[in-house]
């Protein structure tokens, strides 16, 4: 593998496990065998490297949660597989613990790519809940928008509440909660 | 107020703001006007004071939740009054941010308390489900703990959504729609 594909897969790694704060330039050298000049010669700091990394998490993001939502099936079993997917629950999410990061949230260039992920996210989700209701599957009252972002939120939520009981089990409780809340609006 | 009261406080803050990794004892030192031996002298480390600050905050966030669940109304209204509730959304939960930092998830000590609180949410917030179910609110296919899962969710990823998008639109988008979909579920 190259060596600036090693870096930012090393980064991606780190800022997952350890956060931006967290992760060193030593330790992103290390994990990607890399040296200081190397990683220098790449990209110009800390800052930069962890920008495309999480660039490239995003877009991975992306594309997985696009295969669940362009399956077939009605609007609620499209997001039922999206948020039954398998995940590394007790990992968290890759791009929403960053949110926690305060020194990711004062860098504009380094919040964006978060920013873009979840509004794509949120887009995305409220186009399918907007097919349900043209399909007849949803009630009026409900609001593409706000639904979406209660699913976007119940993931992210989810995360927060397994890694808390070091446990899968309330991520799992949380998802099948709201996927009854949705099975009853379309009932 | 006394040192070890100024020590907590400051720390619960510093806690908040920049997490247990980005938190020196230096820092809490500094933010709480107290010395290097003072704080040897109540506390063993930046350890046992952050497990004093958490579990101050988390004493807080329960008395905080508990009068929105103790007030009269339907399980739906108590329930809103709770999601409702002014929140410094962008500042996150300084319980929930916790669940990010690697140190604290991975010392037993630390993350106790994190998990005592949200066990005690979802434990309140399921009883105030299971009462909508008794008084025919709630249908049978409504499970309180995964209910509960899913509210508590909603919050804790409305933060994240909230804070990757640098607004609060997000966490209210969330809310409104966790309740829209209660109500559809209690119509």
């Known amino acids: 593998m190259e060596t600036v594909e090693r870096l930012i897969r090393s980064t991606q790694e780190l800022l997952w496990e350890r956060g931006y704060v967290g992760t060193s330039p030593k330790a992103i050298q290390r994990a990607a065998d890399a040296g200081q000049g190397s990683m220098y010669h790449h990209f110009s700091g800390k800052a930069q490297l962890a920008r495309a990394a999480i660039e490239r998490s995003g877009e991975e993001l992306r594309e997985a949660a696009e295969e669940q939502f362009a399956s077939p099936g009605t609007a609620t079993e499209r997001i039922t597989h999206y948020l039954e997917r ?3 629950v007790l990992r968290g999410c890759r791009i929403g613990r960053l949110t926690a990061d305060p020194d990711v949230m ?3 260039t380094l ?3 978060v920013d873009e992920t979840f509004r794509w996210l949120r887009g995305r989700l409220a186009e399918v809940v907007a097919e349900g209701k043209r399909t007849g599957e949803y009630p009026a009252t409900i609001d593409p928008d706000q639904t979406a972002a209660t699913i976007a939120a119940v993931l992210q939520g989810g995360y927060v509440l397994a890694r808390a009981a070091n446990s899968d089990e309330p991520f799992e409780l949380a998802v099948q909660g709201l996927i009854t809340l949705l099975q009853e609006a379309s009932a």
């Open 86 to 88: 398998d995940r590394e």
């Open 106 to 108: 004062a860098d504009p």
């Open 111 to 113: 919040r964006a790519p």
